[in-house]
């Protein structure tokens, strides 16, 4: 669940005002719909709540990704019902309203993921806004959920992939990216507000464009086509951290990869890769399965040292076997990937991966997530260890008194590793310093600031 209570979106609050709670489930697409909703309703003069006790309003937005998600959206509703008893019901689970009408029938309203219009006039209906137009200005940034020095920058929404284990595009239907320079006017507006390090994310970073054929629109002086590459050189260009997430590894990669290599944006790539094995990657009809990934990512780091891979996996899909099973773990050895996050399948309803195969037994499961985690935990240490001794760049998370954390350009906030960084003077959140690493442990690096 998002932390909003630490974000901006508290400020100046006026007694009079009408006054929301807002609970932010899920994935930061689904932090970036909740942004935007926030955004809206402060600009009409809502103010948030920190409790929904005594708020006039609850919205909930949803995540239905897997059942557990479900599950979490529905104890949430519940939890909102009994202490509040208004509640709106937004985001992925409001796709198929009767799943939460059948649980929580006493919720107000139920809108499905993106439908900011909807949820607005949901919430007109419970609560008419009260409007003071000297009072009710935003930032012209919006309200940001995550802290003030990094945002979440959304280039797309929906998905022209099929994997069998998902089912976001039957919820947020397919591909449509948002016109090139419009991300750009946002992350420029971004930028000047403070945000350091920009997170671009989407279902399918390498797809972006291909719904408007890579169309040009006009930024400053210029047309820039609506292009992962195109998009990335001119964020690039804006004087922040810019971090790519959920790209898949297509040939047209490798360009994204030379602009890493030249410093223009972070050498970092989040690729959900879910699995190794040929069969089970056709069994899931992931993207790019048919690309010979090991050899592309030898040529990545060939190109660019100090990549940094990050990846995620499902173990135990049905029908997973032994022998795949083993040449995923083989996988893991010769890649050599940085950061890797393992999921036990979990039969979403309405997925077709669910008939695709036997059920792999939960022990199975079990054990072979244990054996994946038992690999990878060597293969992460002994990379983080070749940085001992190295000088990194590491953006300040957060201060304490003796120890600042913070994360290097190998480090997404919230899904990777941190650094402890020893300072002689006190560093500023949102600083961007240089650290001496003396340390690795599992996940972490520790060491001492040298450069301000
Ligand atoms: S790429 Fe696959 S897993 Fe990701 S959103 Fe699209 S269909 Fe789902």
Redesign the pocket.
Known sequence: MADIASSDAFSSARADAPRISFVSLGCPKALVDSERIITSLRSEGYELSRHHEGADLVIVNTCGFLDSAKAESLAAIGDALKENGRVIVTGCMGAEPEQIRDVHPGVLAVTGPQQYESVLAAVHQAVPPQHDPFLDLVPAQGIKLTPRHYAYLKISE??????T?????KL?GDLVSRPAAEVLREAERLVAAGVKELLVIS??TSAYGVDLKYAPSRWKDREVRTRFFDLARELGGLGAWVRMH?V?PYPHVDEVIGLMSEGVILPYLDI?F?HASPSVLKR????AAQEKTLARIQAWRAICPELTLRSTFIVGFPGETDAEFEELLAFLEEAGLDRVGCFKYEPVAGAPANDLGAAVADEVKDERWKRFMEVQQRVSARRLKHKVGTRQQVIIDSVGPTVAVGRSKADAPEIDGVVHVAARRPLRVGEIVTVKIERADAYDLHGTAVGY
Do not use: E, S, T
Request: charged share 25%; net charge positive.
């Open positions: 929906g998905c022209n992939n099929r994997c284990f998902c089912i976001i595009p947020r279902q399918d959920y898949y959900p879910q899931m009809k992931r993207p």
